[in-house]
């Protein structure tokens, strides 16, 4: 609960009356100070008064690409039975007020609002609390009070169509890695038949040679298996823009993009960040969620060490897409170190001034100014 200036200043001019007027046996002045006191005291318990509200809110869509247009829904209803609700109501929306009129809102009856949620920048917008504010008649005294939760409005990054798809490894009984372009059934050797072999297995040409029968050993060539790593440190994305990193938000377009073409051909990937995130973002639901949510964080060339590291000992897929920024032009060495563990790496380096240097010697460096460069490029791969 606050009180206004004009109900400091009574209430001041309430204790200085009825001071002077006992003192001084005035009963006027008594008279006047008991008055302002009893106004302060009516307006306290007016504003005091709580209003049962109902606050609903729905947002629509509840997850955007960035720049796609997004509303938020909201239901105030009175669900008190005797008093109209005369308040004044604002709703958050990113950090900024939105106006809610709740001019006297009968009981049983509700409002709705209709306003956009800015979605001009990547990330997780929350949308609310509902905040009333409660003013008795003459403006003495304000009480606000929170209704309702928030709900967040996921703005994914722009998704650039991709058409070409990485290889796959196929790994033989015998140890030969082949590219192949999609998981499937190859065949691998003959054996002897035993008994539970299908027939449709027998290959006859070879069994009438041999005089025995002999059936196709087939093995399970391995779906391409994507591994989209993104650098999310500060170091590597120096560069800043009224407050916002290009590069940073470029290289989550890729990695948005990258997902997207595998999760379109039924194709395995995974997203992992250079400095994992300490608690993941509430509320998330996949890759696309965990990439609305990433900020940039601390730290240097240990944190990048550490990261090839736990991808070298894990190998994780087929293909390795390592997305930066221009800081980390010098430490390419430690993803050319990854080339022993999977096929095929490639690099997506965002907002380079300069041709990337010796350290990317070996790889696949594709240098791109935003999503839609990048997705080009990828799709000029020769080796996909």
Known sequence: MGITARGLGLLVAAVLLLGVGFRYAYPELTVLGAAAGVAVGYAVVTAAWRPRLAVERRPDPDRVARGEPAVMELAVRNTGRLRAANLVAEDRCGGEPVPVPLLRLRPGRDTRVRYPVPTQRRGVVPVGPLRVVRRDPLGLVALARSYGGTA???????????????????????????????????????????????????????????????????????????????????????????????????????????????????????????????????GAAGPLDRLAAVELTGGGSEVLSAATSRLRQERLGDTLVFLTGPGAGEELGHVGALRGAYPSVVVGMFGAGAPTGAAATGLVVLEAADGAAFAAEWDGIRRW
């Open 152 to 282: 967040p409005v996921w703005v994914h990054p722009r998704i650039h169509p991709l058409s070409a798809v990485p290889t796959g490894a196929g790994r033989s009984l015998d140890g030969r890695v082949d590219s192949v372009p999609h998981g499937s059934i190859t065949f691998d050797a003959l054996r002897e038949y035993v008994v539970g072999d299908e027939l449709r297995r027998v290959h006859w040409r070879t069994s009438a040679r041999v005089g025995e029968l002999m059936v196709r050993e087939n093995v399970d060539t391995s779906l391409p298996r994507l591994v989209v790593v993104l650098d999310n440190r500060a170091a590597a994305h120096p560069a800043r823009s009224a407050g916002v990193a290009e590069s940073f938000e470029a290289a989550c377009e890729a990695a948005a993009s990258v997902v997207a073409a595998a999760v379109r051909e039924d194709l395995p990937a995974r997203l992992l960040l250079v400095a994992p995130a300490e608690v993941e973002p509430v």
